[in-house]
């Protein structure tokens, strides 16, 4: 795929992973594959960004998420996503977000 789908077919599909995420929590595909404080997670094909709140809490201040996607709106939504949950209570920064683009 070389370009991105339809933001209906996008929004469409982002609301059906609320549902996926409701029963089965990213949490617990995380854990089982292993992730601990410190790595690097790359979220290849991000979409809506269902992975990278527990990924931040799974790799801690030590590591790094990195969400990767073709379509605009997917980039949107990790990026406001980050942003209302960019501190923790303590204030500590959760999430660095910055963007590359390519054409």
């Given amino acids: 795929m070389d370009k991105p789908t339809s933001n209906f077919h996008f ?3 982002s609301f059906g992973y609320k549902f996926r ?3 089965l929590p990213r ?3 995380l854990k089982e594959v292993g ?3 410190g ?3 790359l979220d290849y094909g991000c979409g809506p960004g269902g992975y990278i709140i527990a990924a931040a809490e799974f790799v801690g201040k030590s590591g790094k998420i990195y969400a990767l996607d073709i379509h605009p709106l997917a980039i949107q ?3 406001s996503i980050a942003s209302k949950k960019a501190t923790d209570e303590c204030g500590n920064h959760l999430f660095r977000l910055q963007n590359w683009i390519t054409r």
């Fill in 27 to 29: 949490k617990n595909i």
């Fill in 21 to 23: 995420d409701f029963f």
């Fill in 39 to 41: 790595f690097h997670v």
């Fill in 77 to 79: 939504m990790v990026q």
């Fill in 11 to 13: 929004k469409f599909m």
């Fill in 35 to 37: 992730v601990k404080p």
